[in-house]
Structures are given as structure tokens and as C-alpha cells.
């Protein structure tokens, strides 16, 4: 084992207004020396992609390298790091131990011409082939992002309504689109984040991100973190096809590691 991956500590206030808003903001929470490596690598991987897929709805918003804590150990040590472990935990409510579900690096290329889109307001939960809802995402800046290079904007206590449906499934379909009343809750303001600043947001909070109207591409890394003793569902979901788990059994396999905080 190297040395821990610089991540901090999430404070008791932190803890607080995430559960209190579905979201918080979790200022330098991993080292920017540290997060300058992240970078370069994903800069690297990025230089060797091949063509873009712009098929779904998905793909309009953010390109996506998913699982790249697989393929990458810097990604990796940092995803299966046990400080940020003792994070999640701390943050999510009655949880003794999570597991990861997915690693991703998205990039979201600048508007402009070909570019990418906005992200449209969304829940992350009722994608999920899970029985309980205690997941969530934490966001890393790979690099400055300024507000209006695509910061994730919140809608306040969102996460409070429960699952309110799918998003990215047709035209239109936007959380506010199916849900006006949703506009009397209070969008969290734009923000600016540097490199090692992150978000972290709750799988029924409802969230999205303006286009990115800058003139390089917006980089970040998620990793999203469930209860360790969540119960498979068997709702058909590309990740877990196939894998071979147990319906109402927990996420017992290589792709859903139990980080130790
Ligand atoms: O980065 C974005 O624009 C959206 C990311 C997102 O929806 C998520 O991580 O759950
Ligand atoms: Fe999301």
C-alpha cells in the first residue's frame, strides 16, 4: 500500500446540510497536487478516445468513461480510499459500511458548435436496481470549473419527495417538466469550484447542470457509493444484467466492493 490519498475529513456541518438538503459543497476535499495527477491522467485517456457516442439522452449532456477506477489505479486508490470511505458513511444515514457502484470521468465538452448540451434536472435513485434509496455521488473537480462551465445546481430538499421517475428516457422529460411544483423549492445559486473541490448529492435529490459555455472541456470524476447491505432488486439494469445476483441478496460481487472505511 502507498500513501492514503490526501481526501479530508467531511465536517459535522457538512454532514448536516447535506442531509438537511439532499447536497452539499465539500470545499478541497481531495489534495489538488493529488488531483493534478487525476487530471493529467484523464487528459491522457481522453487524447486516446475514439469517435463519441451521441445516442441517447445521456450522451447530449456529458460524455461519460465510466468505470475508470477499474482501469486506472490513481482513479482507483482514490475511489476505494478508506478516508473517503468514513466520508460517505458519515454522511448517509444508519449506514455501517457502503460499496462502490460506479467510477466515472465525464467531460463535458464546451456548447459551442458540436458540443454538449445541458444537463436536465434529474433524480440519479429511480435508474437503480436497489431496495433502498441511501446512495450517493460525490463530484470532483478535475479542474477549475466556474459556474458557468457546468457546475451541478440542486434543488433544495428534493431528496425529501422520494422517487419522482425517470429522466433521459424521451424528449422533455426533465424532473421540472413532470414535476412543475418542484419551482417552489429553492435552486441552490451557481457556484464556482476549483480543482479538489467537490459536491456530493443525494441518489433523490434532484440535480443538473447548465451547458458549458466555456472554451475547454469541464472534467470531473464521480463515485457513487451505496449501503453495503442494500438488496438487489432484479429491475432490469444494463450494469447488473447478467452478472448473475441474487434477487433480494446484497450486491455480493467483484464490481460492487465494499470500501473499508
Ligand atoms: O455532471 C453532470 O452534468 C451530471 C452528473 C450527474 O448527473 C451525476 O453525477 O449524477
Ligand atoms: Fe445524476
New binding site residues.
Given amino acids: 500500500m502507498g500513501e492514503p490519498v490526501p481526501v479530508r475529513e467531511v465536517t459535522a456541518e457538512e454532514v448536516a446540510r447535506f442531509r438537511d438538503r439532499g447536497w452539499a459543497r465539500l470545499p478541497g476535499l481531495v489534495d489538488p497536487g493529488y488531483v493534478a495527477g487525476l487530471r493529467e491522467r484523464a487528459l491522457e485517456r481522453l487524447g486516446r478516445r475514439q469517435g463519441r457516442f451521441r445516442n441517447g439522452f445521456v450522451d447530449r ?2 460524455g461519460q468513461d465510466r468505470d475508470i477506477a477499474r482501469q486506472d489505479e490513481a482513479f482507483g486508490a482514490l475511489a476505494m480510499s478508506p478516508r473517503l470511505a468514513r466520508d460517505v458513511v458519515r454522511l448517509l444515514t444508519g449506514v455501517r459500511s457502503v460499496r462502490l457502484q460506479v467510477t ?1 470521468l ?1 467531460v ?1 465538452e464546451p456548447a459551442d458548435g458540436d458540443g454538449h448540451g445541458e ?1 436536465v434536472f ?1 433524480q ?1 435513485f429511480p435508474w437503480m436496481p436497489m431496495d433502498r434509496a441511501a446512495m450517493l ?1 460525490v ?1 470532483l473537480a478535475l479542474d477549475d470549473v466556474p459556474a458557468d462551465m ?1 457546475a ?1 445546481r440542486f434543488y433544495e430538499r428534493s431528496h425529501l419527495y422520494g422517487p419522482l421517475g425517470r429522466s433521459f428516457v424521451r424528449e422533455g422529460d426533465d424532473a421540472l417538466t413532470q414535476h412543475p411544483w418542484l419551482a417552489d423549492l429553492d435552486l441552490s445559486e451557481p457556484f464556482d469550484l476549483e480543482a479538489g473541490d467537490a459536491t456530493v ?1 443525494s441518489s433523490l435529490v434532484i ?3 447548465p451547458a458549458n459555455r466555456r472554451d475547454r472541456p469541464r472534467l ?1 470524476f ?1 463515485a ?1 457509493y451505496f449501503d453495503a447491505d442494500t438488496l438487489y432488486t432484479g429491475a432490469p439494469y444494463g450494469q447488473t444484467d447478467g452478472l448473475g445476483l441474487t434477487v433480494n441478496a446484497p450486491f455480493d460481487h467483484p464490481m460492487f466492493p465494499v470500501v473499508r472505511g
Fill in positions: 449532456a456529458f466515472n465525464l463535458k444537463t434529474h440519479d455521488t463530484w457546468g451541478l448529492h440535480h443538473g447542470a470531473s464521480t457513487t
